[in-house]
């Protein structure tokens, strides 16, 4: 399985975040994808919740639990998600993987100031897409980290830097529904 | 050019003065509840557009709206008042807010406007700072609403 459902909403400004896009409970939400490790089923588990994955180990979070989703229970698209940089991982089971978008920066909003509480510290905001709302998580609150803001610049990336079939050989996803998210009006990754 | 100026300014200052003697209103319901707002905080009327559910520690502001490009922040303002809303019956209010343009899901009933006297708004400050009083539109006493602060300072004294 390949990345066929790459895409970029623009490519006009020439950056871009590029998200894992999940479904957990009614919600879409969006990781950026720099620090997906691996998406693995969850009988990759151990008894403890613990997975094992190119000799890293990734502890489990109850990220539904944790983002206040009521998570529909484990089912044929149930993954698990492995998170992680050089400081942490985790592992979180989402509903159903989505596939990965670019996302041109100028279409990401941050969450509107009207939301006051800790959603604050969970997601950094949204993006629309033709059929979808996704909700980006905030991925240093999801390893547990110290947060720190303009995350997301830490993910931006450039078109011209990237090449057809990079990502490919790092990360394969399940392109479930992705049909879905290719819906977005775009124009392929150059 | 400044004759013509002058001999306007007159008949602008006694529009302005018939202004300042009305107010413009616009009337509504939530789940049946009808509320009275100042034209001024109103952006526009639209259907409905259904929700995305933000998970949200907010009292009253759990969810988000498409709008144009973008997305909408929802007060739950129903809930506010412990009713439902059926938002498959309803319109979608756009609120000139200080924090920027919010939702409000109001009933189907389409909005009216009304033209309030002065004498017929009552300014008071209740135990609700979103409720700034009361006026009197048509034949109606109704609850006079601060959309454009919504959930601000009701969330200050919190």
């Not at chain 1, 993954?79 to 989505?98: M, Q």
């Not at chain 2, 988000?64 to 008042?81: G, I, N, Q, T, Y």
Request: net charge neutral.
């Amino acid at each position: 399985m390949g990345l066929r459902g790459q895409r970029a909403v623009t490519i006009s400004s020439g950056q871009a975040v590029r998200f894992l896009v999940t479904l957990i409970g009614g919600s879409s939400v969006a990781f950026p994808a720099q620090w997906v490790r691996g998406i693995v089923m969850p009988a990759s588990a151990g008894p403890n919740g613990l997975v094992t994955w190119a000799g890293v180990e990734y502890e489990r979070t109850d990220l539904s639990a944790r983002l206040k989703v009521v998570s529909k229970g484990v089912s044929s698209d149930t993954r698990l998600i492995l998170y992680g940089n050089d400081e942490r991982s985790r592992s979180f089971a989402v509903d159903k993987v989505v596939g990965l978008l670019d996302v041109e920066g100028a279409l990401i909003h941050p969450l509107p100031p009207q939301f006051r509480g800790k959603e604050r510290e969970r997601l950094l905001g949204f993006f629309v897409g033709a059929s979808f709302v996704a909700l980006i998580a905030n991925p240093l609150w999801v390893l547990e980290l110290p947060l720190r803001a303009q995350t997301l610049e830490m993910f931006a990336i450039r078109f011209a830097e990237s090449k057809a079939g990079e990502s490919d050989s790092r990360l394969h996803v399940p392109m479930v529904g992705v049909d879905e998210a290719m819906s977005m009006s775009t124009s392929p990754v150059s | 050019m400044l004759r013509s100026q002058l001999r306007r300014h007159p008949h602008t200052t006694a529009s302005g003065a018939a202004h300042a003697r009305v107010q413009n209103m616009v009337v509504f319901s939530v789940a049946g509840k009808r509320l009275a707002a100042r034209t001024e905080e109103i952006g526009g009327v639209l259907p409905w557009p259904g929700t995305t559910a933000v998970p949200s520690d907010t009292p009253l502001v759990t969810s988000l709206v498409r709008h144009e490009e973008s997305c909408l922040p929802v007060f739950d303002l129903a809930a506010k008042f412990n009713r439902t809303v059926r938002e498959e019956e309803s319109l979608c209010l756009i609120v000139k807010h200080v924090d920027g343009p919010l939702a409000i899901c109001i009933d189907s009933q389409v909005p009216s406007l009304h033209v309030v006297p002065r004498s017929g708004v009552q300014y008071q400050s209740g135990l609700d700072p979103d409720i700034a009083g009361s006026c009197v539109a048509g034949d109606e006493q109704l609850p006079l609403i601060n959309l454009a602060t919504l959930g601000v300072a009701s969330q200050r004294q919190a």
